[in-house]
C-alpha cells in the first residue's frame, strides 16, 4: 500500500502550499500601505550654437489622486499637484538632463461602490448627463465599429440590468480574447477593432475592447491606468503597470471592472490607480519647452513599487464549497466536481473560480468560471473531469482536487480511485449537469433516498426517494423523477413528497439511479449508486512445468483471476495428488492475483497427475469449487534416481 501513502503525503503537501499562498495573499487583506517611485526625465541638447533656453515644463498626468478606496499618506515631490497631474518647471535651464518624479506612500482600501439594486437598462439619457464624452468613439475605442456594435448588440439582447450586461461583455471578452504578450500588442495599443477581429491582446486591448462595447450600447465607460500586483509567471517582477476599465452606474458612480483579473464590479487593494481617460493612447506626460535651436529627448518613466505595511486579512466576500459525485471511481471513469458559490454581501459581485486537479486528471472543456450573483445569491457550477486509466491497478489512489477563486480564496475536496470501482461515462455525468446555472433555489431542494446498496441479481427490491422543500417558497408543478418514474408535484415550504419504485437487478455490476426535479425555480439533480451482485466466480490457470528432473523442488504458478462481479472470499488452493497435498490460502480476490505453490520432499515418479482445487465463499458464507487436474512427467540421470523414479510408482517414499 505504498502507493496510498504517496498520494495522501501529495495531498497533504498541496494543502501546506496553499495554505501559505493564503498566509501572504495580499489580495485577502483589508488595506495595504504601498510605495511608489515614479521617475521620469529629459535631455535638453542644442540643435545649433546660437541656441536660446527661457523656460521648460513637463506635467506628470500619472498621479495618484485621492478616492474613496486610495489615499496619500505622504508626499515628496518638487512638482507641484495641479488639476489632474504633477507640473514641474525648469526657468532659464541649462542644457543637460532634467528629471522629475515623485514619491509617495499611499493607501489602499478593500471598497467599492456597491450595486445594490437592479440599475435599469438601457440607460436613459437623462440619468447620464454630464457624462456624453464618455459614450464618444475615439482613436483606440472605436465604439461605432459595426461589428463591435454586432457583438454588444447580441450580448446585451433582452437583458434590463446594467451589472449583468456589463457583465456579460466582459466575461465574452475574457473568455473570447487571448491574453498574448506578443511584440505588436505591447508595443502600442491596438483598436478596439482591431482586438475583436484577431482576438488577442493585454490588459489595455481587452480594456478598450470591453470600454467600446459598453460605450457602443450607450454605457459611459473609461480607460484606467495605474499599476497592480500580479503573481503571474509571465512577469519578472510582480508589480506591473496595468490597465482597466470603469462603467457609469446612475445614482452610484463609476464602477471598476478588471477584465484581465477577473475583477467585475471591485477591484482588489493591489490596484493603485493613476489616472483615468477617454483613451489608452493618451499622454502619460506633457512637455513643453520655450526655447529656440534645441532640442527635447524623453526617457521612459520608471516605476518602483513596494509593499509598506499591511492592513489584517478580511473575510472574503465570496465563499466557495465543493461537492464531488462520487467519493470512489474506477481507473478511466468520468466525475463531477460541484462548486457551490454564496454571495455573503448585500450588493451584486462577480467571482472567478477555476479547479485544480494533478495531472493524472483531465478537466473537459473550459477550467475558468466567472460567474455574476446577486446580493445573498447562491450559484452552483460544475467542471466534467476524467481519470486517465493508466495506474496500476494494485493501488488505492487519493486524489486532491482544489476550486479558487481570483482572490486565491480557494476549498479542497478529493476522491479515491481503484481498479473494478464504479465507472461513469462522460454521457452519465452530462445526465447530471445543471443547464441553468442561474436557477439558485435549487440549494433549499434535497433529495433522501432509502434503498439497499447491494443487492442480487434477478432480485426484487425498492427504493424510496423523497424531495424535501427547506426554503421560504412555495414550489408549483415540480416534476419530480426517480429513474424512470415522474410526478408533477406542488411542494410547500417544510413540505415532502416521496416515490416508490424498484430497482434494476438485471444487470451485473455497478447500476445508477438518477432522481431530478425541475421546475421554473428549481432544476436539480443527483446520483445515486447499487450494485447488483452475482454468483462470485475465479478461473485458475496453471504454468507448471512439463518435466522435473528427480529431486528438484516442484513450483507451479497458479494464475487466480476474478470473473464475476462479486468478490469470492475465503479462497483456498489445494494441490493434490495420492494422498501428498499442500495448501495455500488468501482472503479475497477483487481482480487477478498470482500464486506460486512449491512441492518440497514430493515422490516424484515417471508420470505425476495432480488435482488443483480452488475453493471459496460468498458474502453469505456459500461454499463454492473448482478443480483441475495436471500432469507432470518426472526425470532421472542416474541409476539410482531411475530406480527411485520407478519404485515410486508402487510405493511413493523417495524424494
Keep these: 500500500m505504498n502507493k496510498v501513502l504517496v498520494c495522501v503525503i501529495l495531498l497533504l503537501c498541496i494543502q501546506i502550499a496553499t495554505a501559505e499562498i493564503e498566509d501572504n495573499n495580499l489580495y485577502l487583506y483589508d488595506s495595504l500601505e504601498i510605495l511608489l517611485n515614479v521617475d521620469g526625465g529629459f535631455k535638453l541638447t542644442k540643435e545649433r550654437n546660437n541656441y536660446d533656453i527661457r523656460e521648460a515644463s513637463t506635467e506628470l498626468l500619472l498621479y495618484p489622486k485621492e478616492d474613496y478606496r486610495q489615499s496619500i499618506q505622504t508626499w515628496d515631490s518638487t512638482g507641484i499637484i495641479q488639476d489632474n497631474g504633477v507640473m514641474f518647471t525648469w526657468n532659464e535651464p541649462s542644457l543637460g538632463d532634467k528629471e522629475y518624479g515623485y514619491t509617495t506612500i499611499l493607501k489602499t482600501e478593500n471598497q467599492r461602490k456597491e450595486v445594490q439594486y437592479k440599475v435599469p437598462f438601457p440607460i436613459h439619457p ?171 529627448t524623453t526617457e521612459q518613466l520608471s516605476f518602483n513599487v513596494n509593499l509598506y505595511d499591511k492592513g489584517t486579512q478580511s473575510e472574503p466576500e465570496i465563499l466557495v464549497e465543493q461537492e464531488i459525485l462520487s467519493d470512489e471511481i474506477g481507473f478511466g471513469s468520468y466525475n463531477l466536481v460541484k462548486g457551490i458559490i454564496k454571495n455573503n454581501q448585500p450588493y451584486y459581485t462577480a467571482t472567478t473560480v477555476q479547479l485544480a486537479v494533478p495531472e493524472e486528471i483531465e478537466i473537459i472543456e473550459r477550467n475558468k468560471r466567472t460567474i455574476l450573483l446577486h446580493p445573498h445569491e447562491v450559484r452552483e457550477t460544475y467542471w466534467i473531469v476524467k481519470l486517465t486509466d493508466d495506474l496500476d491497478s494494485s493501488f488505492l489512489y487519493t486524489f486532491p482536487t482544489i476550486i479558487y477563486s481570483e482572490k486565491n480564496v480557494s476549498v479542497r475536496d478529493s476522491f479515491n480511485a481503484q481498479a473494478l470501482m464504479n465507472v461513469y461515462e462522460k454521457e452519465d455525468i452530462e445526465t447530471l449537469t445543471i443547464q441553468d446555472e442561474e436557477r439558485s433555489y435549487s440549494r433549499k431542494v434535497s433529495f433522501e433516498c432509502d434503498y439497499p446498496t447491494e443487492i442480487k441479481q434477478d432480485e426484487e427490491n425498492n427504493i424510496e426517494c423523497s424531495i424535501k422543500n427547506s426554503g421560504n417558497t412555495n414550489l408549483e408543478n415540480v416534476n419530480f423523477c426517480v429513474g424512470d418514474i415522474c410526478n408533477t408535484v406542488d411542494l410547500p415550504i417544510n413540505q415532502k413528497e416521496l416515490i416508490l419504485t424498484s430497482m434494476n437487478s438485471e444487470t451485473v455490476g455497478w447500476n445508477k439511479i438518477i432522481v431530478s426535479a425541475k421546475n421554473n425555480l428549481v432544476e436539480k439533480k443527483s446520483s445515486f449508486e447499487y450494485g447488483v ?117 508402487i510405493i511413493p517414499v523417495f524424494s
Design 126 to 296: 437623462r440619468n447620464i448627463k454630464g457624462y456624453e464624452e464618455y459614450l464618444e468613439p475615439t482613436i483606440t475605442i472605436d465604439s461605432n465599429n459595426p461589428e463591435i456594435v454586432a457583438k454588444a448588440t447580441e450580448l446585451a439582447q433582452g437583458e434590463d440590468d446594467l451589472f449583468k450586461v456589463a457583465f456579460k461583455l466582459a466575461e465574452w471578452v475574457e473568455r473570447n480574447v487571448e491574453y498574448d504578450l506578443n511584440t505588436l500588442t505591447s508595443q502600442a495599443s491596438q483598436k478596439a477593432s482591431w482586438v475583436l477581429e484577431n482576438e488577442q491582446g493585454v490588459c489595455d486591448e481587452m480594456t478598450s475592447l470591453f470600454v467600446a462595447m459598453a460605450r457602443s450600447l450607450g454605457i459611459p465607460a473609461r480607460f484606467v491606468s495605474g499599476i497592480s500586483y500580479t503573481t503571474s509567471e509571465l512577469f519578472d517582477e510582480n508589480w506591473q503597470p496595468h490597465g482597466w476599465a470603469e462603467v457609469f452606474f446612475p445614482d452610484i458612480g463609476w464602477v471598476s471592472f478588471d477584465i484581465t483579473f477577473g475583477e467585475y464590479g471591485y477591484i482588489d487593494v493591489t490596484h493603485i490607480k493613476l489616472r483615468d481617460g477617454f483613451d489608452p493612447a493618451e499622454p502619460a506626460t506633457k512637455f513643453e519647452w520655450l526655447a529656440s535651436n534645441v532640442l527635447l
Design 533 to 649: 451482485t452475482d454468483i462470485p466466480k475465479i478461473e485458475i490457470t496453471t504454468k507448471h512445468p512439463e518435466r522435473v528432473h528427480f529431486g528438484e523442488t516442484i513450483n507451479i504458478p497458479i494464475t487466480i483471476d476474478k470473473i464475476s462481479f462479486s468478490t469470492p472470499k475465503d479462497i483456498t488452493i489445494i494441490i493434490d495428488s495420492r494422498g501428498f497435498e499442500n495448501r495455500l490460502k488468501t482472503e479475497e480476490i477483487t481482480q487477478s492475483k498470482d500464486v506460486n505453490l512449491e512441492l518440497t520432499q514430493f515422490p516424484l515418479r515417471k508420470t505425476n497427475s495432480f488435482t488443483i482445487t480452488a475453493i471459496w465463499y460468498d458474502a453469505e458464507g456459500k461454499f463454492y469449487s473448482e478443480n483441475q487436474d495436471i500432469v507432470i512427467i518426472g526425470e532421472a540421470t542416474s541409476f539410482s534416481e531411475k530406480v527411485k523414479l520407478f519404485l515410486n510408482r
